[in-house]
């Protein structure tokens, strides 16, 4: 049986997929759950505390669907056939540029997580120094760090690639890549980068 917490998220959650998160009012997100509004505000504190819980949600679900899509490879060694002077070690960073596509078209909050690119329908991000990587450099470390746990040849390096890769095609939508185009382009990945290192030419941005 669902906590009143997860049941008051799954309410957010369906009326965040429906209209604008400023629209959403709290007692409807209460009824919806079948609790109090007040079980709402001792749970969350109010509807930015609830805004930031669905964003760490989102978070959380990202993550686990990176670790379904390394776990088989990370699991038992097993992938695809190789792309002609490739390796199947690419596979899985394959599976996740997929994952990362499918979740950030369908999911709008791992979109802005993974983007950076927050828009006035959303719930606000939580501050930094949170207990969850949310912003898109700390989310692409975090799946890099998933990835060196795979038994492939520049697992950290493929990860990172595999993200960077599939935001491109979400941030750019055009004609889509195939399998076989990623798994070129992951097996060939050259090592020694640290995509995610700070960009000198940022500044204080």
Same mark, same amino acid.
């Given at each position: 049986?669902?906590?009143?917490?997860?049941?008051?998220?799954?309410?957010?959650?369906?009326?965040?997929?429906?209209?604008?998160?400023?629209?959403?009012?709290?007692?409807?997100?209460?009824?919806?759950?079948?609790?109090s509004?007040?079980?709402?505000?001792?749970?969350? %504190? *109010?509807?930015?505390g @609830? &805004?930031?819980?669905?964003?760490? #949600? $989102?978070?959380?679900r990202?993550? +686990?669907? =990176?670790? !379904?899509?390394l776990?088989?490879?990370?699991?038992?060694?097993?992938?695809?056939?190789?792309?002609?002077?490739?390796?199947?070690?690419?596979?899985?960073?394959?599976?996740?540029?997929?994952?990362?596509?499918?979740?950030?078209?369908?999911?709008?909050?791992?979109?802005?997580?993974?983007?950076?690119?927050w828009?006035?329908?959303?719930?606000?991000?939580?501050?930094? %120094? *949170?207990?969850?990587? @949310? &912003?898109?450099?700390?989310?692409? #470390? $975090?799946?890099?760090?998933?990835? +060196?746990? =795979?038994? !492939?040849?520049?697992?950290?390096?493929?990860?990172?690639?595999?993200?960077?890769?599939?935001l491109?095609?979400?941030?750019?939508?055009?004609?889509?890549?195939?399998?076989?185009?990623?798994?070129?382009?992951?097996a060939?990945?050259?090592?020694?980068?640290?995509?995610?290192?700070?960009?000198?030419?940022?500044?204080?941005?």
């Amino acid at each position: 049986m669902a906590t009143a917490r997860e049941s008051l998220l799954r309410a957010a959650e369906a009326a965040l997929s429906a209209r604008p998160w400023p629209s959403v009012r709290m007692v409807e997100v209460a009824a919806a759950a079948g609790v109090s509004r007040q079980s709402l505000y001792n749970e969350f %504190g *109010g509807k930015e505390g @609830l &805004g930031h819980a669905l964003v760490r #949600r $989102a978070a959380d679900r990202y993550l +686990a669907g =990176v670790d !379904s899509a390394l776990a088989p490879a990370g699991q038992t060694g097993a992938g695809a056939a190789a792309p002609p002077g490739g390796d199947p070690g690419a596979e899985p960073f394959v599976a996740l540029a997929e994952w990362t596509v499918r979740a950030a078209r369908a999911r709008p909050l791992v979109r802005a997580l993974l983007t950076g690119s927050w828009g006035p329908t959303l719930p606000t991000p939580p501050p930094p %120094g *949170g207990r969850r990587p @949310l &912003g898109p450099g700390e989310l692409v #470390r $975090a799946v890099r760090d998933r990835a +060196a746990a =795979v038994p !492939s040849a520049q697992a950290h390096w493929r990860g990172e690639l595999a993200v960077r890769l599939a935001l491109s095609y979400v941030v750019a939508p055009g004609e889509e890549t195939g399998r076989d185009e990623l798994l070129r382009l992951l097996a060939g990945a050259p090592g020694g980068a640290d995509l995610s290192a700070p960009n000198p030419t940022a500044g204080g941005r």
